[in-house]
């Protein structure tokens, strides 16, 4: 695809993450933070934040396995993904975390088994969206500066 | 130069902030990290609170601010929060992605300036620097009322200084900060000038701390004072004022742990929810006074809150009343007479509760005036117009008209026997400052006279009755004469308010702000230091317009003037007139400039206007 085709490509699939409700404003943030000095931040925050949350996230999963389940330390742990997926935006893990936390409270282990499952998977198709898309973007080259979301 | 409080330059100012940010997720630190630069602020981050800690210990003047995560593994943010606060003394930003209320309710009482939530915004982060531009303001404003006292003979010589404060012109407040040298940091780009600019700041290292914590079990924690401290612990090169700042903040400290669990449910019943959260942290101490009243209202105990402080001599009712009264002193009748104003304080309880409202709003202007009263030098006008310049330029012009100032003066002066109103009016009541609304701004330029003038609180208009200082109705009652609500300059008690606040709520008993007074009073002229620096930790931003205020009214002020007796007793300390004129300093000036009383009217008044 030409260079057109791949900048309205790009343009595309940044605005169907916000669409679909993968993303939220905070992302925009980051891509106002993007700048001559650090042209790859974007890209730079989401790579920081999936290995970070890699490493949560097993945790998560060794708390649930153990028995009886320890809900306030889960409830901490998730608290710390939120925050951490606070981070770029990403409005879907979050809410899968706001309700894994509500399941804590309320002492529901399988509530939060489920969730949990809702979760990665959000957290994983978030990944694979997003590598595609910083990948079409290095591919287009340098694309305009961040437009908000109509 | 221009004061960069009436014009910062956008271009310099705030660059250069030295901000450190400790968080565990490192995600965010890269994002804060980036933004920050992005301001052009001089970040440094942290991932561990021990790590920070240690940062902040080498490099003791080496950060403006701290950014912490509330969360963090090796160390609850909170502690953190509070090591920083008595240590280093600087303002911390908590930031959580938990936005509950009890959360941040935690952090203010905790001393934090200001509590974000996860995902942060760049513009919030843009805007951190004025934190720290409080704090500087009212470090100097403590700072200078130790100046102020031998600034008050001074000022009584000539009064010429105070023509340039009284008279809040532009040109007014720039030439005062020219002659604060502290101002000239600001004006400066780099910030780092500030700390070589005013005077050095003690940092209570571990070892100190534990020194003076020893020292005050020694002595009893309710015959403390900090005269008494520095002699116990025995550092040649800690100043009496030192301490006494040390020790508000301590007593804040103290409270906050002992409210933590009262407080929950006094502020339940406390109406102003922004307040009860508040009050703990002592924003303002100020605030908490208000607060407090509201509670005291409430629980019928220390009614303290502010206006209470004058009226609050031991008699919680008419705390309330004094609250009220001393809210709605606020100058309005800045030209009344003083007895006019007082006694409506008192009279409405109810009002009180609008006191606070508007109490909390002449905390502002009371705290612009407080720290004028301190520090009566010019330099305090400098300040306060600085101070009011930044606040609000307009405001200082009104109160030159009011001139209520002198009002409140007088009545101080009736409420010589006030001293305790003094105290009390540290706490709460902010004395009626002239026109509550100006009074901040007139403080500031009146700032002495303010300081009585203050009463109006703008909040005031709650009491709206009231303006005559409840609080001086209820010393009229002790004294008999007119307590000048003004007292409350609350300046003096910003910091005792808190303190009494705290214990207010909880105990509701007046007896515990009874000992606070006395603490108080006894410390007037340090608590004054300590009462703003207190004001400065627990300003939090929440009321950050007030809580400036009234920290400066408070520092004051920090006579809880709660006790009446405590007053008498108190009294003696602040016979010294340059001691008691702390706050009055520039209330005394203003009182100079402002009506040519004679000087023996104006210590009374000093002590009047000192209680707040």
């Known amino acids: 695809m030409d260079k057109n085709q791949s900048r309205r490509q790009v343009r595309l699939m940044r605005q169907s993450l916000f669409d679909q409700g993968f993303l939220d404003e905070q992302f925009i943030q980051l891509e106002e933070l993007q700048d001559d000095s650090n042209p790859n931040f974007v890209e730079e925050i989401a790579t920081s934040y999936y290995r970070d949350s890699y490493r949560s996230l097993q945790a998560i999963e060794l708390a649930l396995e153990k028995t009886p389940r320890d809900f306030s330390k889960l409830d901490s742990y998730m608290h710390q993904f939120k925050g951490s997926s606070s981070s770029i935006g990403a409005k879907k893990v979050k809410a899968e975390c706001q309700q894994f936390r509500e399941y804590c409270d309320a002492g529901n282990g399988e509530g939060c088994m489920r969730t949990f499952q809702a979760l990665k998977k959000e957290h994983a198709t978030l990944k694979k969206r997003l590598e595609a898309y910083f990948q079409m973007a290095r591919q287009a080259g340098p694309i305009e500066a961040a437009c908000r979301p109509k | ?612």
């Open chain 2, 1 to 612: 130069m221009e004061s960069s409080f009436s014009s910062p330059r956008n271009d310099s100012f705030p660059a250069g902030l030295r901000v450190l940010v400790v968080d565990d997720d490192p995600t965010w630190l890269k994002i804060l990290e980036k933004m920050l630069k992005k301001c052009s602020y001089e970040v440094t981050t942290c991932g561990l609170a021990r790590d920070a800690l240690n940062l902040l210990r080498e490099k003791k003047d080496g950060y403006d601010i701290v950014v912490s995560d509330v969360n963090m593994p090796d160390m609850d943010g909170f502690k953190l929060l509070e090591h920083v606060g008595l240590e280093m003394d600087l303002p911390v930003i908590m930031m959580s992605v938990d936005g509950e209320t009890s959360r941040v309710m935690k952090g203010v009482q905790h001393g934090a300036c200001d509590y974000l939530l996860k995902p942060i915004r760049m513009k919030e982060l843009r805007n951190i620097w004025q934190h720290v531009f409080r704090k500087k303001i009212h470090e100097i404003r403590d700072i200078e009322s130790h100046e102020s006292i031998e600034g008050i003979q001074l000022i009584r010589n000539g009064s010429d200084q105070y023509d340039e404060g009284y008279f809040f012109s532009a040109e007014d407040l720039t030439s005062l900060r020219k002659r604060k040298d502290v101002d000239n940091k600001y004006d400066d780009k780099d910030f780092s000038d500030c700390s070589s600019a005013k005077k050095a700041r003690v940092v209570w290292s571990v070892d100190l701390h534990q020194k003076f914590v020893k020292a005050v079990h020694q002595i009893g924690f309710d015959k403390v004072g900090p005269k008494k401290i520095l002699d116990l612990m025995n550092v040649p090169w800690l100043t009496r004022e030192n301490v006494a700042s040390h020790l508000q903040k301590y007593r804040l400290y103290l409270s906050r742990l002992q409210k933590e669990n009262d407080i929950k449910s006094s502020f339940g019943g406390t109406k102003h929810s922004d307040y009860s959260s508040k009050d703990l942290q002592g924003i303002l101490s100020v605030q908490n006074s208000i607060n407090i009243q509201q509670n005291d209202v409430a629980h019928g105990s220390y009614r303290f809150s502010g206006n209470n402080l004058v009226a609050q001599n031991a008699d919680p009712k008419s705390n309330e009343g004094d609250i009220k009264g001393i809210v709605s002193e606020p100058v309005a009748e800045p030209k009344k007479g003083t007895t006019g104003n007082i006694p409506d304080s008192q009279k409405t309880r109810s009002s009180q509760m609008d006191f606070n409202s508007s109490y909390a709003e002449t905390q502002k202007g009371l705290v612009g005036n407080v720290p004028d009263s301190q520090k009566i030098r010019s330099s305090q006008m400098r300040v306060n117009h600085s101070f009011a310049s930044v606040e609000s330029e307009v405001n200082l012009t009104a109160f030159d008209s009011t001139i209520p100032a002198t009002y409140s003066w007088n009545q101080i002066q009736l409420e010589k026997e006030h001293k305790p109103l003094i105290q009390l009016n540290n706490g709460f009541s902010k004395p009626p400052l002239p026109g509550p609304q100006h009074h901040f701004q007139a403080d500031q330029l009146q700032s002495i006279p303010s300081i009585s003038s203050r009463p109006s609180i703008p909040g005031e208009d709650v009491t709206g009755s009231s303006k005559s200082k409840p609080s001086y109705s209820e010393y009229t009652n002790h004294h008999g004469s007119h307590v000048s609500p003004t007292i409350s300059a609350t300046d003096s008690f910003p910091g005792q308010t808190k303190s009494c606040v705290v214990d207010h709520q909880l105990s509701e008993t007046i007896s515990t702000s009874t000992s606070n007074m006395k603490n108080q009073g006894i410390n007037l002229s340090t608590d004054l230091e300590s009462a703003q620096r207190n004001l400065i930790l627990g300003s939090t931003s929440p009321f950050a317009s007030l809580d400036d205020e009234f920290q400066i009214c408070w520092y004051q002020g920090d006579c809880y003037g709660m006790n009446l007796e405590l007053q008498n007793v108190e009294f003696s300390e602040y016979t010294d007139p340059i001691h008691v004129t702390e706050v009055p300093a520039h209330l005394y000036d203003a009182l100079r400039f402002e009506y040519p009383c004679d000087p023996s009217e104006y210590s009374v008044l000093d002590q009047g206007l000192f209680i707040a």
